[in-house]
């Protein structure tokens, strides 16, 4: 009885937490797939009317449509594959006893807490512009042509960006795994004769393997959604050279004024990401049961 | 072969002395086992012979080669670690091939290989589980096979059975004595059980701050102490170490006299004790008493003695075993 009136009580304790946390996300989902169904443009605002599948069929057939996808996927890859190989390498440095490590930890780290909009521009107009930027002064320096990141190309250095980012993350995520590594263990692979390399291969990854799927999942979630960055330094172009699904979608429904067309497009991108996030939990997501 | 020589190794880390000088030399073929209490400098001791710390001073030789400066790996010897450091995501049988993989063997020679290790240490049925499937004395055994596998010339084990229950460590000390039975090859041994010690070695050598007390086998240790300490610290339970009139009236600073050696009566002795605590274990008998004008005592008697906490009994030791320590705790030898 005690028992039975303990969990009604906890139970409607939770209830304000839960409800709102409900609404929180039901609400804007439900919204958005009404507007997809409806035809509105904030240009003619007074006709709007049920719109039946054409939003989807529009959004799908337009012809940046599988560019931006594409464009999303490479983004997200590229960036993975910087920031868990690089991450490994620098969370490997890190781990080494040096003076000063402390200092050198945290400034590894501080590209973090840099906010996109801000790192993004300090990239487009003090490195990579092709006038004044760091790079340039190089490439410069070498006799070579500067290279104008941003019109040569768009979309990698949009990941290199991204990637500058995001290294910090995997490299902090890395390294605490890296140092919960059994020193009894190493150090038995050591006499059994494996070398830094062997020792790297057959102990050190495999050690790893839960904390870079760990990395995968949680970054795969934020690169799908990446704007901020694209907005303020190639605005999806040349072209569509740098757009993504989410920027596509903002283009639309912000520079189209089309609610309707935005919603379908915003709906479209959940499914994706859903399949997305379907197929990594199979993929990557069993390291995690071990 | 296996015969392993240290000449005046020395080990400090940063200002701790950890081990000021030892010279020491184990035999191919022995059991070796390294005994003191925690803190003593067995494990580094042991840690400086397999390469996973660098000496501060001195040699170490194996088969009459200068490893002192070579890699774990180039010494032949294969470890047991406390913990057991098995590789958590592979398979037993990867596990004990890992070694000879890093060697390069071929394959087939591999397979042959752990699969007679196997059958030694009756993992067969196991191959295949992971480390963490594992029982703690299966995943020593797979610590072992990796070990043996490898041929070394010779095997250290760093506390191998400290994180084994009471009773498995009895078996596992018998499988470790067995296996060294059969394969002849030189072992060494860190513990801080004596029992451990007294019923493996061929060669005990006791350490105390980094000091070898004294080496010798352990019957030797056992009935010639050559100072307080390892009087103290061979034998289950403790040597009495009694001072004052007795051991003045004995030509000693000290005498001991061992839990085993003292005679007990309920009616006539040479001194009276009450019982503060009685341990009855069936096939001994191990009593704690307070002795008027010589301070508490063990005392063990053979099978049960009925005594209980209060009673009087009377003690007489054997004069004939008795140990004398002069002033600076050295034994006297008669």
Known sequence: ?290 | MGSITLSKVSKTFGEAKVIPSIDLEINDGEFVVFVGPSGCGKSTLLRLIAGLEDVTGGQIKIDGRDVTDAAPAERGLAMVFQSYALYPHMSVRKNIAFPLKMAKMEQSAIDKKVADAAHILNLTDYLERRPGQLSGGQRQRVAIGRAIVREPSAFLFDEPLSNLDAALRGTMRLEISDLHNQLKTTMVYVTHDQIEAMTMADKIVVLNRGNIEQVGSPLELYKSPRNLFVAGFIGSPKMNLLEGDYAKAKNGKTVGVRPEHIGLSKDSGLWKGRVSVAEHLGADTFLHLDVDGIGPITARAGGEFGASYGDTVYLTPDETKLHRFDDKGLAIRA
């Not at chain 1, 304790?13 to 958005?32: F, H, K, N, R």
């Not at chain 1, 973090?112 to 300090?122: E, K, R, S």
């Not at chain 1, 263990?185 to 390399?197: K, L, S, T, V, Y």
């Not at chain 1, 979608?249 to 994706?272: E, H, N, Q």
């Open chain 1, 1 to 290: 009885m005690a028992t039975q009136n303990t969990k009604t009580l906890a139970r409607l304790m939770m209830a304000p937490s839960v409800i709102v946390l409900l609404v929180w996300m039901a609400v804007p989902l439900a919204m958005t797939l009404y507007y997809s169904f409806q035809n509105y443009n904030l240009l003619t605002p007074q006709n709007v009317s049920f719109a039946g599948f054409f939003n989807y069929q529009y959004f799908y057939t337009d012809p940046a449509f599988f560019q931006s996808i594409w464009n999303t996927m490479l983004l997200v890859l590229g960036v993975l594959g910087i920031t868990v190989i690089g991450g490994v390498a620098i969370a490997l440095l890190l781990d080494q006893p040096i003076f000063g490590q402390g200092i050198v930890r945290i400034l590894v780290i501080s590209p973090f807490f840099v906010m996109p909009p801000v790192a993004a521009l300090i990239w487009k107009n003090m490195i990579m512009h092709p006038g004044y930027g760091v790079l340039a002064d190089l490439a410069r320096f070498f006799g070579v042509q500067p290279i104008d990141w941003f019109a040569q190309y768009p979309l990698f250095a949009v990941i290199i960006i991204v990637a500058w980012q995001w290294l910090p993350f995997a490299t902090l995520i890395l390294l605490t795994a890296l140092q919960s590594l059994d020193s009894e263990q190493r150090e038995a692979a050591e006499m059994d004769g494996a070398n830094f390399f062997n020792r790297f291969i057959y102990l050190t990854l495999p050690h790893l393997s839960r904390a870079i799927t760990v990395v995968i999942l949680i970054q795969t979630i934020f690169l799908l959604g990446i704007y901020a960055e694209i907005l303020v330094t190639t605005n999806g172009g040349p072209g569509y050279a740098s757009t993504n699904l989410t920027f596509l979608i903002y283009r639309t429904a912000r520079l189209g004024y089309d609610v309707g067309g935005g919603a379908a497009g915003g709906i479209i991108a959940v499914v994706l990401a859903n399949i997305v996030a379907f197929f990594l939990m199979r993929a990557v997501g069993k390291n995690l049961d071990k």
